[in-house]
């Protein structure tokens, strides 16, 4: 499994004279019969290597080096497991990386100076850590679910005693020891959940359970997980893992949109004012120029042609003689979209994916949240 170090570190790669191959592949179960991907992987290297007039002879070569090393590994090596992978690949740069990915990634072969991290990054951000939590009077049941993935992680069971009275007992008393034993119940889970919190660092907490006891639970939990809860669903824990990723998805789909929603009414409402954002293409790359993007909000499927400095890697809509701001080369690159990406991400700016949204289309499927 990739992780976000080792997309930085792939970000850090980049030369002014060789070229790397990005490759990544997308594979759904049908696929797999009769190796059907085989086909899908020419295809996605016949489409990105369409036009290569940009490059010299050896350039060239060495591309060729490359594909035919991420054709022997598609033929040889590839675990049909991963539903999804990434290779970079530079035989000249002596760079060979591949990543296996838990869910489909949408495929293509894209030639360039540097690797191309875009599908990593929406990857990421697309798949935020949420853990879950269902909870009872005795038991409770930990998932996390990431990239799609539900993994039961851990059970946790306490001895509480049902609800009839022992011998010997006085009704008060014994409804006290349970209430108590409960009690202690719900404290220990809180802290093994806490535990993993500080180990993994989820970012979205859901809760689960019968109301009462969810309830009770939730108040008890420690703050820093009390704020990160996004939803609650009301499953058994007896319930079959299926039932469980079904509520747990939709409370996710939900959570998205809502997050969705909320980053386009600011820039909305930014926009309205004139005042801190700005869209389109032109001006959002205007103002990555100067450094004054904070988030930058982009639809999920857009792709541009554009211009970048091989030095300082800065994008440009337009074509032009040197870069302003280091006097280094221009070069062309397939995906502008990309650049725009990687420079925020250098600036401690944030990326904001949305998959469907008319009003971003009209302003170009590209905006900025800015600084100052
Ligand atoms: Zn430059």
């Not at 850090?12 to 899908?40: A, N, R, V």
Request: charged share 30%; glycine share 4%; with cysteine.
């Amino acid at each position: 499994m990739i992780t976000i170090k080792q997309i930085e570190d792939l970000m850090k790669i980049t030369s002014d004279t060789h070229t790397i191959s990005s490759f990544y592949i997308g594979i759904q179960p049908q696929f797999l019969i009769q190796k059907k991907y085989k086909i899908l992987v020419k295809d996605l290297i016949k489409q990105g290597t369409k036009d290569l007039s940009r490059y010299n002879d050896e350039q060239k070569e060495f591309i060729d080096k490359d594909i035919e090393r991420i054709l022997r590994f598609m033929n040889y090596e590839f675990d049909e497991k991963s539903r999804g992978l990434a290779i970079f690949a530079s035989s000249p740069l002596n760079l060979w990386q591949v990543y296996p990915l838990p869910q489909r990634i949408k495929g293509r072969f894209v030639i360039d100076y540097d690797p191309y991290t875009r599908p990593l990054v929406r990857f990421f951000d697309e798949n935020e850590k949420y853990f879950t939590v269902l909870v009872d009077r005795k038991k409770a049941r930990l998932f996390s679910m990431y990239a799609g993935i539900l993994n039961e992680r851990k059970e946790v069971y306490d001895e509480v005693q049902g609800r009839h009275k022992k011998g010997g007992w006085s009704q008060a008393r014994f409804q006290r020891h349970i209430k108590d034993q409960a009690a202690k119940h719900l404290q220990n889970v809180s802290g093994v959940v806490y535990d993993l919190y500080k180990k993994e660092k989820f970012d979205h907490c859901i809760l689960g359970g019968q109301h009462v006891t969810r309830n009770n639970f939730k108040n008890i939990l420690h703050s820093s997980i009390q704020k990160i809860i996004v939803g609650e669903i009301d499953v058994a824990l007896d319930d079959s893992p299926l039932e469980i990723m079904d509520s747990v998805q939709h409370i996710i789909n939900k959570f998205e949109d809502r997050q969705s929603r909320r980053y386009l009414k600011i820039l909305r409402d930014r926009l309205g004012k004139k005042h801190l954002a700005v869209s389109g293409l032109e001006k959002t790359v205007k103002m990555l120029q100067q450094a004054r993007v904070h988030t930058v909000i982009i639809k999920e499927d857009l792709r541009i042609q554009g211009f970048k400095c091989v030095k300082c890697e800065t994008p440009f809509t337009k074509d032009a003689k040197k870069c302003p701001l280091c006097s280094k080369k221009i070069v062309q690159v397939p995906d502008i979209v990309d650049e725009i990406i990687e420079k925020t991400w250098e600036l401690n700016g944030e990326v904001k994916f949305i998959k469907t949204s008319k009003e971003l289309d009209n302003l170009g499927g590209i905006a900025a949240l800015l600084r100052w």
